[in-house]
Each structure stands twice: as structure tokens, then as C-alpha cells.
């Protein structure tokens, strides 16, 4: 078992910042990939970041690239999301994913926190 805690969610207004941390404990935090999924009212869930088990290699959604950070601390255990320039589009609930897989639908993702709110004003 792999348990996800997620912080950093809040209120932001457009063009702000903010971090997102997902604190990871149980089986080895070092042989997932962690990724980020986002789930705005009334719509699926959707990828959003992912970085491999050796932090080597990145991947983003193309409304994020250029805004969001993904980056790992496997010493600490934890994953972060960098997120920069918010628009009120990028408001929804946050998830932290732990894969064994390059993950970019939820069938691939084994493990999830319980979410954190992000909500970007305008």
C-alpha cells in the first residue's frame, strides 16, 4: 500500500501561484511514477503531470505546459506541482497518483490522496 496526503490547495486569484505538495508513506515511494489529476464540477477527471520514478522524465497536459512544475524529493518522499499564471479554468479538486505505469488516464494509477481544492478567481 502506497498513502498520498496532499496540501497546499487554496484560494488564488488569476495570474497567481501556488505549490502543491503530495507526501507519500508505505511500499517504496521510489519505484512509482507520481502524477497529478484535476477534476473540476461536472467533469471527469483529467491528467494533468506526471514524473517518473527516477524524476528523469516529465510530462504534462498541453493547457499546463509552460505554467506547471511537476518535480520529486525522493528523500522527503514527496511530489510537487509548481503551478504558475493560474486561470479560473485551472480551478477544480487536485489529486496525487502514484503508477507503476506512465499514467495518463485513471485506469493506470494505482494508488490516489483524497485531493486538495484549488480555486482561481478572476
Known amino acids: 500500500q502506497v498513502q498520498l496526503v496532499e496540501s497546499g490547495g487554496g484560494l488564488v486569484q488569476a495570474g497567481g501561484s501556488l505549490r502543491l505538495s503530495c507526501a507519500a508513506s508505505g511500499r517504496t515511494f521510489s519505484n512509482y511514477n507520481m502524477g497529478w489529476f484535476r477534476q473540476a464540477p461536472g467533469k471527469e477527471r483529467e491528467f494533468v503531470s506526471l514524473?517518473?520514478?527516477?524524476?528523469?522524465?516529465?510530462y504534462y497536459t498541453d493547457s499546463v505546459k509552460g505554467r506547471f512544475t511537476i518535480s520529486r524529493d525522493s528523500a522527503k518522499n514527496t511530489v510537487y506541482l509548481q503551478m504558475m499564471s493560474l486561470k479560473p479554468e485551472d480551478t477544480a479538486v487536485y489529486y496525487c497518483?502514484?503508477?507503476?505505469?506512465?499514467?495518463?488516464?485513471?485506469?493506470?494509477?494505482?494508488?490516489w490522496g483524497q485531493g486538495t481544492q484549488v480555486t482561481v478567481s478572476s
Open positions: 497518483a502514484a503508477s507503476p505505469y506512465v499514467a495518463t488516464t485513471r485506469r493506470g494509477v494505482d494508488y
Open positions: 514524473i517518473t520514478w527516477s524524476g528523469g522524465n516529465t
